[in-house]
Nanobody, 116 residues
Framework: QVQLVESGGGLVQPGESLRLSCVAS????????MGWYRQRPGKQRELVAVRSNDGLSNTADSVRGRFTLSRDNAKNTVYLQMNNLKPEDTAVYYCHLDLFRRGEYWGQGTQVTVSS
């Protein structure tokens, strides 16, 4: 059984920073893609940034240059450094792990609120 545990959300003011962490545990062997999605109020869930365990990555245009995804394969952990946060970044952020034919998994979500 695979589990994802997220941490790091909170309330910040515009222009401030936050770092999200997600640790995966369980049977994680072979190729995979791990990263973050978010769901803003009244919107569908959307990709923020993801990275495969061999280094390929994808980042949403709306956060490129402000958010940085990093990954520690040895620890099965991904981090999302979010700088220069804007009110429109307010969302529930979900960690996601895609093990391809072996299934995909979601974290429980962590709230990020950007407000003055």
């Amino acid at each position: 059984q695979v589990q994802l545990v997220e941490s790091g959300g909170g309330l910040v003011q515009p222009g401030e920073s936050l770092r999200l962490s997600c640790v995966a545990s369980g049977n994680i062997v072979g190729g995979n893609i791990m990263g973050w999605y978010r769901q803003r109020p009244g919107k569908q869930r959307e990709l923020v940034a993801v990275r495969s365990n061999d280094g390929l990555s994808n980042t949403a245009d709306s956060v490129r240059g402000r958010f940085t995804l990093s990954r520690d394969n040895a620890k099965n952990t991904v981090y999302l450094q979010m700088n220069n946060l804007k009110p429109e970044d307010t969302a529930v952020y979900y960690c996601h792990l895609d093990l391809f034919r072996r299934g995909e998994y979601w974290g429980q979500g962590t709230q990020v609120t950007v407000s003055s």
